[in-house]
């Protein structure tokens, strides 16, 4: 008996990020606890002397927001953004239905 199609489904969702250039201290603590290390000092200081973060791995992203729990500053946070979905039918042929009954 040949098996059911397998659907295969893509990315549901991307991450984003959303940085409050100038309530960011540097601080660091979001780079280095995001899970995927998406997240990278800008060349570029804020008005206090600061280099915030940005998102150097766009794609890479999950949106999980652990960057903005451990922000002491309230200065990022991360969210979820739908994608459209897209499946594909994949027909797999079962070796099974080859065979003579
Ligand atoms: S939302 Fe998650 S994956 Fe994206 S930058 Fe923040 S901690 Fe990293
Ligand atoms: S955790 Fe907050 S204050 Fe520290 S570098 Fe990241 S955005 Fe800036």
Known sequence: M???PVAQKVRKFRGQVFVDWDRCK???FCIEFC???VL???DNF???GYHP???AKEDACTGCDLCGL???DFAIFGVRVAMPIESTI???QSPISNRKS
């Open 40 to 42: 990278a000092f800008s």
């Open 2 to 4: 040949p098996e059911a």
């Open 90 to 92: 994949v027909n797999q």
């Open 46 to 48: 804020n008005d206090h």
């Open 53 to 55: 973060p940005y998102l």
């Open 26 to 28: 540097g601080c660091g």
């Open 70 to 72: 451990y922000c002491p």
């Open 35 to 37: 899970p995927p290390k």
